[in-house]
């Protein structure tokens, strides 16, 4: 061969093996670009995660939990405008193309040219399907490697979803800002409606959004949002979707959202909803914030607001009695002073209280600016009077302030001690209210559920209850009168004291609950046994174990106001232990019930109803104690209201019972009461457990809260009675009509007193003269009213 031919042969040995090591290379990095190539058929069953939202039990939503806010909305619930919209903006030729648009791309290149000299972010070209792909299978690296996985995968989504199916992941998955994943989502962030009720622009808006959320902010770049909007409906008007003239009217209308992102507008509820989310976590696990679950709540909104303005107004008429502690910040110079002064945010349940600086203080007028509009006034007489007598007003002040009625402001403090109210129905456990402390702006901490308090006087009842279910009857006689006990140690004696240091003798089970004599229950403690009484507070919920010491009958162990009231519940609905629950039922995004509180069966039930009887379901919850021990200690918790220390409730004029409690050197106030309908616990204290001040008893400091919550959640309830057991039998004690165990009842009938009635209860707003007892014994006179001292210990 000649040297020409054996150089040519050499070189085109030489072409080939670099084609054949080119092409090997190739192989290799294509092997390696796609052996994780994710399977588009994953797709089929995929579901982003979703919200799970809690309703309240009329509906109203309260809250959601989720890792990404997101609603989904299946394709045949999209308005067709909103997804026009959207492929207006990003893919209008999607029904057509078959997961890459060569025309799109070209377009996006050519605009890339200029985009480039610019300085411009460039334009990917994608397609909604490779938007899909990238989103739901891949990851958001600009890489070549990832642009071509992406046109690879777009071809396979087109094989194995249909269009529908494709638009449909694309509107649920995208990111849309302002804390929104998908347009139902932000329907609700943005404007607060559903994508159903969007206006053209509000759609044309949101479908702006996917080119960059903070590009185009409503509030910060409105300009900016409101040209993207008008470009994307001249699109739809030049793709036919809509008309001109629809165009151009929606371009006139201005781009209004909400301040802030949010969905449910109902806000009393943080507490109770707080509580849901711990338990639902608790129950689902991490599901919780993905599944995208209804979750049926046990909330009644009414009552829960309510709740909230009854425990805040009893908290701040306890604060106002202790005084006005002074501004919470002061200014030299009225320069800047507003800056400084919205630092500083009222507690976000207070909507009408306003920061403000007092400008002048002279005398007994107290002229105000309010940082925010800067209205000026003078705070209220009254109010001034009330600072006076504390710390005082002086120019350059920070201070809260609220308008009043009459004109000028009311002067306002946030109290700093603490409380807890929950309500529940007594039969079935159904928790209506619950508000965790005055401000869950300003503290989280769930008091009602997490603070474990000493119940003092309001655990009493279950040591009476122990006594009736161990041969003690109402009318059985105890002695008041003072007793002292060996101590813990060596040597000590323990000398429990009534809290007016006063001892009345011989009195009746009733009238030492009544009016909650501590050395009658001590000695009725000690007759009983602890254990017996440890186990039916046990068995009752209140504690999980309790030390057999007789302390524990005057309420020095530790519970929580929830427990408490879920344990009275049991003497209302005839001696059952309910489980107090805030959770009803939840079902999961396809409908099916995963979680029923109500475990109780119902036969019949899903037959539907055919004219025959209906079905007869048992009352739920395990019976802890005799029918007749609840009835006997809820008739003399009624008592308590009629002749005891809450005489106060009686203005709500209807059948309530109830207990005070109040623990040593006043730390914590205590009520928990009940009609037939509605059991309630409050509990005031601070968090520190420092004393709350002398005579800051449970009727003084619980007692208000109960009634004001009290009257609105029971004033379209009819008045109805407690029922009696109905083997009950019944005798008059002392002009009482008391319930009795067959076979324990008087052996001697007492006299009927003139003007008290044969038989059915005491009325609950009339107490009966005092009669003779029908067994020896009898006690004196009951102590004159200004010896009944109220929130005993």
Same mark, same amino acid.
């Given at each position: ?31 390696? #670009? ?70 799109? !791309? ?7 040219? #200029? ?82 009720? !969007? ?9 702006? !959004? ?229 401000? %869950?702006?300003?503290?989280? %901490? ?21 006594? #009736? ?39 009746? #089970? ?25 186990? !039916? ?257």
């Amino acid at each position: 061969m000649n040297p020409p031919g054996r150089w040519i042969a050499i070189a085109g040995v030489a072409v080939l093996s670099a084609i054949a090591l080119a092409g090997f290379a190739t192989a290799i990095y294509a092997a390696w #670009l796609f052996h994780d190539m994710p399977d588009a058929g994953d797709l089929v069953d995929y579901r982003p995660p979703t919200a799970t939202r809690a309703y309240a039990w009329d509906g109203v939503l309260i809250g959601e939990f989720s890792r990404e806010r997101r609603i989904y909305v299946p394709y045949d619930n999209i308005p067709p405008q909103l997804a026009q919209a959207f492929l207006a903006a990003e893919d209008r030729n999607f029904f057509s193309h078959g997961g890459v648009d060569a025309m799109g !791309l070209t377009r996006a290149m050519a605009k890339n040219v #200029l985009n480039a000299i610019n300085g411009r972010r460039l334009e990917g070209g994608s397609t909604i399907t490779q938007q899909v792909a990238k989103n739901v299978l891949l990851t958001s690296d600009a890489t070549v490697g990832r642009k071509l996985k992406e046109g690879i995968l777009a071809g396979r989504l087109e094989q194995t979803l249909n269009k529908e199916q494709i638009l449909e992941l694309y509107l649920n998955e995208i990111w849309l800002g302002y804390r929104s994943y998908g347009v139902g989502a932000a329907a609700y962030n943005y404007f607060g409606k559903s994508i159903t009720d !969007l206006t053209l622009a509000e759609a044309a808006y949101l479908a702006a !959004l996917p080119k960059g959320p903070d590009n185009y902010h409503p509030m910060r770049r409105k300009q900016q949002a409101m040209a993207r909007r008008n470009w994307i409906l001249d699109e739809m008007a030049d793709l036919g979707w809509v008309t001109r003239a629809e165009a151009e009217a929606a371009k006139r209308e201005d781009l209004k959202v909400q301040k802030a992102p949010s969905r449910a507008k109902y806000r009393d509820a943080d507490f109770f909803v707080e509580e849901v989310r711990r338990r639902g976590l608790a129950t689902l696990g991490q599901r919780l914030n993905e599944g995208g679950y209804y979750m049926r709540t046990t909330l009644d909104p009414e009552l829960q607001t309510a709740a909230r303005v009854a425990l805040m107004n009893g908290l701040e008429q306890y604060d106002r009695r202790h005084g006005w502690r002074g501004a919470w910040a002061r200014v030299e110079t009225a320069d800047g002073w507003e800056a400084v002064a919205k630092k500083k945010t009222p507690p976000s349940e207070r909507r009408d209280w306003r920061a403000a600086l007092v400008t002048e203080a002279s005398g007994g007028n107290v002229r105000v600016k309010v940082a925010e509009g800067g209205a000026t006034g003078s705070i209220v007489s009254q109010d001034v009077a009330w600072a006076r007598a504390g710390k005082g007003l002086k120019s350059g002040d920070l201070i809260f302030v609220e308008p009043a009625p009459g004109g000028g402001f009311r002067l306002r403090q946030v109290p700093q001690v603490n409380g807890a109210l929950v309500a529940m129905e007594p039969h079935s456990g159904r928790v209506l209210a619950m508000v965790g402390g005055y401000s %869950f702006s300003l503290s989280s %901490f769930n008091r009602a559920t997490q603070a474990m308090r000493q119940p003092g006087s309001a655990f009493k009842p279950i040591v009476y209850a122990t006594a #009736l279910e161990n041969g003690y009857t109402p009318a059985s006689i105890v002695m008041d009168s003072a007793i002292t006990l060996k101590g813990a140690r060596a040597g000590e004696t323990w000398t429990p004291e009534n809290y007016n240091r006063k001892y009345y003798g011989a009195l009746t #089970l009733r009238r030492g609950l009544e009016l909650s004599r501590n050395a009658m229950t001590v000695r009725l403690a000690q007759s009983v046994g602890m254990t017996k009484i440890s186990d !039916l507070a046990v068995r009752l919920g209140v504690v999980k174990k309790m030390d057999k010491v007789l302390a524990m009958a005057l309420g020095a162990g530790e519970t929580t106001p929830f427990k408490l009231t879920a344990a009275y519940a049991s003497f209302v609905n005839g001696g059952r232990r309910i489980e107090p629950h805030l959770i009803e039922l939840v079902q999961d995004r396809n409908g099916e019930t995963i979680f029923r509180a109500d475990k109780r069966d119902c036969p019949r039930c899903d037959v539907g109803f055919n004219g025959d009887e209906s079905p007869r379901i048992p009352p739920g919850g395990e019976q802890v104690m005799d029918p007749i021990t609840a009835y006997q200690v809820t008739s003399m918790l009624q008592g308590v209201v009629q002749r005891g220390t809450a005489t106060s409730a009686l203005v709500l004029n209807r059948p309530v019972g109830g207990k005070t409690g109040t623990t040593n050197e006043y730390r914590s106030a205590w009520f928990v009461g009940f009609t037939p309908q509605i059991v309630a616990g409050i509990f005031v204290g601070f968090d520190d457990n420092r004393s709350l001040g002398n005579g800051e008893t449970g009727t003084t400091a619980a007692v208000p809260i109960f009634i004001e919550f009290m009257a609105a959640a029971t004033k379209d309830l009819p008045k109805e009675e407690f029922k009696a057991p109905k083997n009950a039998k019944f005798a008059y004690v002392r002009g009482i009509r008391e319930a009795f165990r067959p076979g324990t009842e008087p052996r001697v009938a007492a006299p009927v007193l003139s003007g008290a009635p044969s038989e059915g209860p005491v009325p609950y707003n009339q107490a009966w003269p005092e009669g003779k007892l029908s067994t020896p014994g009898a006690p004196p006179a009951p102590p004159k009213k200004s010896d009944e001292m109220n929130g005993l210990f």
